[in-house]
C-alpha cells in the first residue's frame, strides 16, 4: 500500500529536512524587491534574483525582526550613505524557515554593509557619472521655467488610472490647460522604446509646448528599471523642453528623476505642482495688475497736475509772447516804412540820373547815325544808274532785264535803250536782210 501524508504532516517533514540541510545561517546574495516596515517595527521584505534581461528568476519573502531591523538599518545606513531600498543588492545572513500555515521564508539576521548598493543603485551612480562625464546630467534642470506651463505634451499609458487622475485634476480647476497625449508603454521591457519614440514625436512639435510630463501609475517597484536607463535619461537631460517626472515611489529616486527638471512621486503630485505654478503666476498676474492699476493712478493724477501747470504756463507765456511780437511788428512796420521811403527816394533819384544819361546817349547816337546815313546817301548817289547816264553812258534792257551780251539774242527781239534824257526802243534784225 502506497505511503500518503496529510498535508500538515508532510509541511512538518519538509520543515524537518530543510532544519537538517540548513542547520546554520547562510549568506544570500539577493535583490530588494520590496521592503516595507510594519507598524509593529518588523521590515517585510521580498528578496528577488533576476537572469539575462531582466528576467526574474527565483523570489523569496523575508523578514527582519524589530529587534534586528532597528540596529541593522542604521548601521546600513551609517555605512552606506543611504536607507535600505528597493533595487538594492545586498548580502545577507539568513534562516530557512518553513512553518507548515506559511511555507518557506527567510529570517535575516545580519546585511554586510560592505556588499554596499546593489546592482540598481551601482547602475544609477554609474549612469549619472557618465551623464556628468558627457556633460549633460544638469541641463534639463538649467533650462529657464515656463512663465506659464500651459500647454502640455504627456507621456503615459493611454488608459493608465494615474492618467485619468491627471487629466481629472487639472480639468478641476478651471485654468484652461492644453494637454496633448503622446501614447506611451511605461512599464515592461518595451517602456524604454516607446517613451524614446513619444520623445520624437513631441521634439517635431517642439513649439507647440511649454512642457513635458511624463506619469506613470501605480505597480511594482521592480518595474521603475527603464527610468535607470542611459539612453532614456540621456535623451530627457538634453531635451529642449523642461520635463516633468512623476514616476516613482515613496522610497525610489531613479535616474530620469535625478535629470529631469522636476520630480514627483505620483502623476497626482505632477498636477498638484503644475496647478500651484499656475496659482502662483495667476497671483503674480493680479498682484502686478494691481501695481499698475495703482502706479497708472498716480501716474495719471501726476500727469493731470503737470498738464494744468503747463497749460497755465503756456497761457501766461501766450499773453506775454503775443505782446512781445506785436511789438516787435509794430517796430518792424515802422522801420519798414521807413527803409520803403527812402529806398524809393534814392530808386528815383537813380531813375532820374538813368534818364538823363538815357537822352544824352539817344542824342549822341542818333547824331552818330544821321551822319553815317548822309555818307551812305553820298555812296549810294555816287554809283546811281541815273549819274551815269547823265555822263553819256546808255543802258539797254531786254525783258526788263540788262542786256550785258548780243550772243544768242533772237532776232526780232524788242531792246529798251535808256539815255539820261529819254529810252529809245528798237528791234533786231537778221544779217541777211542788212541793209
Sequence with gaps: MRRSYGLYEFNAL??????EAFPQSCWVRAEIGECKSGSSGHCYMELIEKGSGDNLIARMRAVIWANVWFPLSLQFEEATGGPLAVGQKILAEVHVNFHELYGLSLTITDIDPDYTLGEWARRRQEILRRLQADGVLDMNRELPEPQIPQRLAIISSENAAGYEDFVHQLSA?????????FPAIVQGNQAEASILGALDRIVEHAEMFDMVVLIRGGGASADLSCFDSYELCSA???FPLPVLVGVG???DKSVADSVAYVSVKTPTAAAAWLIDRMTDRLALIRERTLMLETLAGKKSQ????????????????GDDLCQREQLRLQAAG??????TQAKTVA???RLDSFAIDLRRVSRQLLEKFGHC???????IEAVSPHRQLRRGYSMTLYKGRLLRSVKDLPAGSVLETRLADGVVISKTIDDENDV
Aim: proline fraction near 0%; charged fraction near 40%.
Design 173 to 181: 480647476t478651471g485654468y484652461a490647460f492644453y494637454l496633448k497625449l
Design 334 to 339: 515802422l522801420h519798414l516804412q521807413k527803409s
Design 373 to 379: 546815313l548822309d555818307l551812305t546817301e553820298k555812296d
Design 249 to 251: 515611489h515613496e522610497r
Design 14 to 19: 519538509i520543515r524537518d529536512r530543510l532544519e
Design 302 to 317: 501726476q500727469a493731470d497736475r503737470q498738464l494744468r501747470l503747463v497749460l497755465e504756463r503756456c497761457r501766461r507765456s
Design 236 to 238: 530627457l537631460a538634453q
Design 347 to 349: 530808386d528815383k533819384r
